[in-house]
């Protein structure tokens, strides 16, 4: 480690390990610490395992994924877009294939094979990964930089910083990189969480653990206004409720319950049937049945799983006969399948999130070259920049164009 590094990137991500790949293809000396035995942690569990490594939407799509701060995504994803992170691997046989949601994972479904083209390419291209080096100060003197674990000192001319968000710390994302990025006079916006489980403490409703709901419309309220809706999947956990319109929605609720707001949801658990049509739905099953039990009748209309919990909220007997239910009752059962509604308590810590919300603030850094406006010589990647996008490749996508861009631009 005696030798003067052109470019030092700290932390072995996707952000970390495509800088470095960018940066050495421009023939500098470069090094990556990673304070793990091993890169890639949070990329190895990445999409249940599979690594959904990006989408294949357009680049406005991907931008206005992002919020109304995604347009800062136009200068790395001008230079890296998805379409070059699907040449990128394809072109080092790992073929990618597409799935529902533009969604794209190496056809092997194994995030393995995502990391393993990494760090071939890294190796390749003769980069040094100093593992077990978990970064403590990094501290510049006129034009080095000097990057200390306590025991070993690393110097460079540049540096780049890719500690990823707060999420999951065991994979590594403990969130070093908001106090260097403090320490060199940037603003860190406050990382909570998002993409993240939410939190019911309704006893009868943690019975529907492991229940998963497709096609049904998801809506939040706060003091009877509505602030946020999904239509789509979700799961009900022993926690709460999960899955991808869930996860979406929870930085909205986060803030919520966070401003003092209590925040209901409601589950339309049939949103393309108006209640006319319902209505007309259920006389039919009835009329189709007349002898059928009350409970053979939800049946027809609900997941096994809910069955219990809609006699529990209906407050029908489960061997009530179908054909002598009467208006109100047939009322009472539409009104859940429209409008099952419970208060939310709260969200899962940041340990359990997907995506870290907030970290470097994005008005301090140069959008074409990851630079830091306030300290010349450092630049940022991946999940440590204040910009978080859904669930569908895009946080992966954003990691690999802003790597990729930091690295080239520090060379
Ligand atoms: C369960 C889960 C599933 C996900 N699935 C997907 C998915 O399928 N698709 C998608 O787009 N996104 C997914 N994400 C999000 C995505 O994984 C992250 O946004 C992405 O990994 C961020 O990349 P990064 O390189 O910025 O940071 P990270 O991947 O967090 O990497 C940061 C690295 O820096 C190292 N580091 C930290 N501090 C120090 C230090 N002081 N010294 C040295 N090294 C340090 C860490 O050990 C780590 O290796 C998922 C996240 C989780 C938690």
Do not use: W
């Not at 690594?51 to 994803?77: P, Q, R």
């Not at 794209?104 to 040094?128: A, Q, R, T, W």
């Not at 510049?140 to 306590?150: A, E, L, Q, R, V």
């Not at 259920?282 to 096994?304: D, F, H, N, V």
Request: proline share 3%; net charge positive.
């Amino acid at each position: 480690m005696n030798e003067i590094f052109d470019v030092a990137i700290v932390g072995a991500g996707p952000a970390g390990m495509m800088a470095g790949i960018s940066s050495k293809t421009s023939g500098n000396c470069v090094c990556i610490l990673e304070k793990n035995d091993q890169a890639g942690k949070k990329l190895l569990i990445s999409g249940k395992g599979r690594c959904n490594v990006t989408t294949s939407k357009d680049i406005h799509e991907i931008v206005t994924a992002f919020g109304e701060n995604g347009k800062f995504l136009y200068g790395t994803l001008s230079q890296f877009s998805n379409q070059d992170v699907i040449n990128f691997f394809e072109s080092r046989e790992v073929p990618l294939k597409e799935e529902r949601g533009d969604r794209m994972f190496p056809v092997s479904d194994k995030s393995i094979s995502i990391l393993n083209c990494l760090l071939f390419e890294l190796k390749k291209k003769n980069v040094n990964i100093f593992y077990n080096f978990s970064v403590k100060k990094i501290t510049k003197n006129n034009s080095h930089f000097k990057i200390s674990d306590g025991e070993n000192i690393v110097i460079a001319k540049k540096i780049i910083i890719t500690t990823g968000g707060k999420s999951y710390p065991e994979t590594g994302s403990t969130g070093d990189g908001y106090r260097f990025a403090e320490s060199f006079g940037h603003n860190v916006v406050r990382p909570v969480p998002a993409l993240v489980p939410l939190i019911v403490h309704s006893g009868k409703l943690n019975s529907l653990a492991g229940l998963s709901l497709k096609n049904v419309e998801l809506t939040f309220t706060s003091n009877g206004e509505v602030f946020s809706h999904e239509f789509g999947e979700m799961l009900f956990t022993h926690k709460g409720i999960s899955g991808p319109i869930v996860l979406k929605l929870s930085k909205k609720v986060y803030l919520e319950l966070t401003g003092g707001n209590k925040v209901t949801a409601k589950i339309d658990l049939k949103p393309k049937l108006d209640e006319t049509t319902l209505r007309q739905r259920i006389i039919r099953e009835i009329q189709t049945a007349p002898k059928k039990e009350y409970q053979s009748l939800l049946a027809t209309l609900l997941p096994k799983l809910l069955i219990t919990y809609a006699i529990y909220v209906t407050k029908i007997d489960k061997h009530h006969q179908s054909s002598t239910l009467d208006k109100t009752q047939i009322t009472s059962l539409i009104n859940f399948l429209k409008n099952f509604t419970f208060e939310i308590d709260g969200v899962e810590s940041i340990d359990n999130a997907i995506v870290t919300h907030g970290g470097v603030d994005i008005k301090e850094i140069d959008r074409k070259t990851m630079e830091s406006k306030i300290t010349p010589g450092v630049y940022f990647a991946g999940e440590i920049i204040c910009l978080d996008g859904p669930t569908g490749g895009f946080n992966m996508q954003k990691a690999f164009s802003t790597g990729y861009v930091a690295g080239k631009s520090a060379s």
